[in-house]
């Protein structure tokens, strides 16, 4: 599965259903509880995961734009059942290039999720900037922060996590990534533009039950340690065969790091 595959997203969601932070949606649901309706940008949509997570907790009257660059994903975002009263419309666009056009007309609230730890520091900037001209509220969820904890403990395992680390930070598409450091930059950069933050870590747990995923994420990271360089193609191997076999035997576990924020105009700057 690749990153970005409708696949991968799909295993992913229930997870990150239940990682995202009931407080910061709690934060985002009370920021437009008083509209009548409300226009909502998902940026990097995928498949849609954002607008179910939140589509409960919001007015009942709702306008998603959805924007993403793969028509795959949207297509399959745009098919999405829901009430009546949600309406979604898809934009096709790359965001590294016209960002600027997403953010385009009346918006209420922006929001993301799976996306910041992809992006460049001059990108992110780029994204605080327009969001505060516009002083729109912002909510971002499950950006990836670096923690990993992986049971049972391997030997590898401290130059497999600073390898995937070391491979979040290579360009996907917007230049060199924020990876480990962009939910603290988000945080930072809408501080300084005079908005008023609530983040909370938002982690991945997974049980010993949780084979499939914990399979995919084990095969994806051995990859990116080989790819890195970090590992031989050797020590890579021997290290998803020993995971393997736990996940086999019924006695892995992980946890991954994300955060969740909701950042939103104070007016003071
Ligand atoms: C990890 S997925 C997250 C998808 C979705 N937000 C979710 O939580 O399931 C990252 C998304 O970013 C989108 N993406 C990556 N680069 C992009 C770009 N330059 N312009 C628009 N979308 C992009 C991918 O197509 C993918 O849908």
């Known amino acids: ?20 932070s009931r407080e910061v949606i709690a934060a985002v649901a009370a920021s437009v509880a008083a ?15 954002t607008v179910r997570a939140l589509t409960a907790h919001l007015p009942s009257r709702q306008v998603w734009r959805l924007a993403d660059n793969d028509l795959g994903l949207l297509g399959r975002a745009s098919a999405m059942a829901l009430a009546d009263n949600v309406k979604v419309t898809a934009i096709p666009l790359d965001l590294d290039r016209d960002l600027e056009a997403a953010l385009d007309g009346a918006i209420d609230l922006v929001t993301t999720s799976a996306f910041l730890d992809l992006v460049s520091k001059d990108w992110l900037g780029r994204l605080t900037t327009e969001i505060a001209a516009r002083s ?112 086999a035997a019924g006695t892995s576990s992980l946890r991954v790091g994300h955060v969740d924020l909701f950042a939103v105009p104070t007016g003071r700057r």
């Open 35 to 49: 509209l009548p309706s409300v226009h909502i940008v998902d940026l990097a949509c995928g498949t849609g995961a």
């Open 1 to 20: 599965m690749s990153g970005f595959s409708a696949d991968w997203l799909t295993l992913r969601e229930p997870y990150d259903l239940r990682a995202r």
């Open 136 to 247: 729109i509220p912002f909510y971002a969820a499950l950006t990836y922060d670096g923690r990993i904890d992986i049971t049972p403990n391997d030997p590898a395992e401290a130059s497999i996590v600073a390898a995937i680390n070391k491979h979040q930070g290579t360009d996907k598409g917007f230049g060199p990534a924020l990876g480990p450091e962009a939910a603290g930059c988000a945080i930072a950069g809408f501080e300084r533009l005079g908005y008023a933050v609530t983040h909370r870590q938002s982690d991945w747990t997974m049980g010993p039950s949780d084979r499939d995923i914990q399979l995919e994420i084990f095969s994806g990271w051995a990859g990116a340690a080989r790819d890195i360089g970090a590992l031989s193609l050797a020590e890579a191997a021997s290290w998803l065969t020993r995971r393997r076999a736990s996940v």
